[in-house]
Nanobody, 125 residues
Framework: QVQLVESGGGLVQAGGSLRLSCAAS????????MGWFRQAPGKEREFVAT????????DYADSVKGRFTISRDNAKNTAYLQMNSLKPEDTAVYYC??????????????????WGQGTQVTVSS
């Protein structure tokens, strides 16, 4: 089992940048593929980005492609989400998630068993 703690959220103006971090407990972080999801008030949870165990494979939602970058440092047990050119519609609570299933990675929140508590990102216009 792994425990996840997100940090790095905050208030930023449109066009600005933030970097979210997801710190994982345990010594088997490299055995988990990771994902970032977000949920805005009144909306369903939405896929943002996912990364394979080695970090060599990634996938993004179309809405963030070219603006967001997911990465991981297995030596530090941490995953990251670099968010550039932020827009007001990026405002949401952002969650990191992890799982050890056989998938390379996954864009479906149903495939993740472990979740962080979330961090708020607010983008002002």
């Amino acid at each position: 089992q792994v425990q996840l703690v997100e940090s790095g959220g905050g208030l930023v103006q449109a066009g600005g940048s933030l970097r979210l971090s997801c710190a994982a407990s345990g010594r088997t972080f490299s055995s988990y593929f990771m994902g970032w999801f977000r949920q805005a008030p009144g909306k369903e949870r939405e896929f943002v980005a996912t990364i394979s165990r080695s970090g060599g494979d990634t996938d993004y939602a179309d809405s963030v492609k070219g603006r967001f970058t997911i990465s991981r440092d297995n030596a530090k047990n941490t995953a990251y989400l670099q968010m550039n050119s932020l827009k007001p519609e990026d405002t949401a609570v952002y969650y990191c998630a992890a799982d050890q299933d056989s998938f390379l990675y996954s864009s479906s929140w149903h495939e993740y068993r472990y979740w962080g508590q979330g961090t708020q990102v607010t983008v002002s216009s």
